[in-house]
């Protein structure tokens, strides 16, 4: 069936530090690629998505492009902040568009 | 706009007793999604609900489970005689429609301790 697989965390950075977290994703034909954020005490939010190959999402700094040659959707970020400290999930649409299939979520924490 | 809310936050319960967890959509959104994320693990999809009807149930885990949505808004999960490996946070989102280029909005869960 189809999966998410994204690195473990946590990831320790400094400010202004580049960021990556890579996922990878196996499944049926050419779903829709999502990254989720979810805050320290807050709900899931979503951050970016993609819907064909070699679509770009972007948002808040934050970038992920959807690589059908190697199942990616790494996400990326020049210059991270303390704010930026969360719980990120890629996730892919699956079933017939109506189910998120999540990975594991990669735990990023920011330090001044 | 108000967003997707749920009730309660927290539950805690006991071991063999029945739970009802509510979600209330955001107006308006036919699509309606319900999740469970353990400890340390992304959300795992339950059910999703186009409007009153369960159009894909494929991930509840056992006959325990049941959700309803008898007027097409709100929803309620039942887990009936609750164990403690139910204890989980249990998401709620919805979506306009429930086509492929739609946002699911996510609601804050509730979290659920079974003792």
């Known amino acids: 069936g189809d999966s998410v697989t994204q690195m473990e965390g946590p990831v320790t950075l400094s400010e202004e530090a580049f960021l990556t977290i890579n996922c990878t994703y196996t499944?049926?034909?050419?779903?829709?690629l999502f990254w989720y954020v979810q805050y320290p005490g807050e709900g899931l939010q979503l951050l970016l998505k993609?819907?064909?190959?070699?679509d770009k999402g972007s948002n808040k700094g934050f970038e992920a492009t959807y690589r059908k040659e190697t199942t990616s959707f790494h996400l990326e970020k020049g210059s991270v902040q303390v704010s930026d400290s969360a719980v990120y999930f890629c996730?892919?649409?699956?079933?017939?568009?109506?189910?998120?299939?999540f990975g594991a979520g990669t735990r990023l924490a920011v330090h001044p | 706009g108000a967003g997707v809310s749920q009730t309660p936050s927290n539950k805690v319960t006991e071991k063999g007793k029945y739970v009802e967890l509510r979600c209330d959509p955001i107006?308006?959104?036919?699509?309606l999604y319900w999740y469970r994320q353990s400890l340390g693990q992304g959300p795992e999809f339950l059910i999703y609900?186009?409007?009153?009807?369960?159009?894909?149930d494929s991930g509840l885990p056992n006959d325990r489970f049941f959700a309803v949505r008898p007027e097409g808004s709100v929803s309620t999960l039942k887990i009936q005689r609750t164990e403690r490996g139910d204890s989980a946070v249990y998401l709620c989102?919805?979506?306009?429609?429930?086509?492929?280029?739609?946002?699911?909005?996510f609601g804050p869960g509730t979290r659920l301790l079974v003792l």
């Open positions: 989102a919805s979506s306009l429609s429930g086509t492929e280029q739609e946002t699911q909005y």
């Open positions: 499944a049926t034909g050419y779903p829709s």
């Open positions: 993609a819907t064909k190959a070699d």
């Open positions: 996730a892919l649409l699956s079933g017939g568009y109506n189910k998120l299939i």
């Open positions: 107006s308006g959104h036919t699509a």
């Open positions: 609900f186009q409007g009153t009807g369960a159009a894909d």
